[in-house]
């Protein structure tokens, strides 16, 4: 499920040439598939990383909506990469769109 998330981030990053919303709001999803950068940026709390554990921890909240979440969640949690809530000014509007975006990588959209 992790290989997947990260070969789909990569096919997905491909697709862009220019900066928009969606790469914008996948932004966070670099820490998943870095677990390197995730200790570097959890080390310093940096908004990035409050990005991420606020989205891991919208997900968690969200296996009813998106199945897929519960065995990808664990295999993160395998990693060290747990979510935790913070409060920030992530809107939930946001965070249900990475959560789709996310999913749609779950359910192979842009696996080649």
């Keep these: 499920m992790y290989r997947i998330f990260c070969e789909s981030y990569k096919n997905f990053l491909k697709t862009f040439e220019d900066e928009n919303y969606r ?3 996948s932004k966070p999803f670099e ?3 870095n677990t390197e950068k995730f ?3 959890k080390e310093k ?3 990035l ?3 991420v554990c606020n ?3 919208y997900m968690q909240n969200n296996i009813k909506n998106y199945p897929k979440f519960k065995a990808f969640l664990w295999t993160l949690k395998s990693r060290n990469i747990v ?3 913070y409060s920030n000014n992530d809107s939930n509007e946001k965070l ?3 959560a789709k975006l996310a999913n749609s990588f779950l359910k192979l959209a842009y696996w080649y």
């Design 49 to 51: 990383y409050i990005n």
């Design 55 to 57: 989205l891991l921890d």
């Design 39 to 41: 200790e570097k940026e």
């Design 83 to 85: 979510a935790k809530r």
């Design 23 to 25: 790469l914008n709001i």
């Design 45 to 47: 709390q940096s908004e």
């Design 96 to 98: 249900e769109e990475q």
């Design 31 to 33: 820490l998943i598939v």
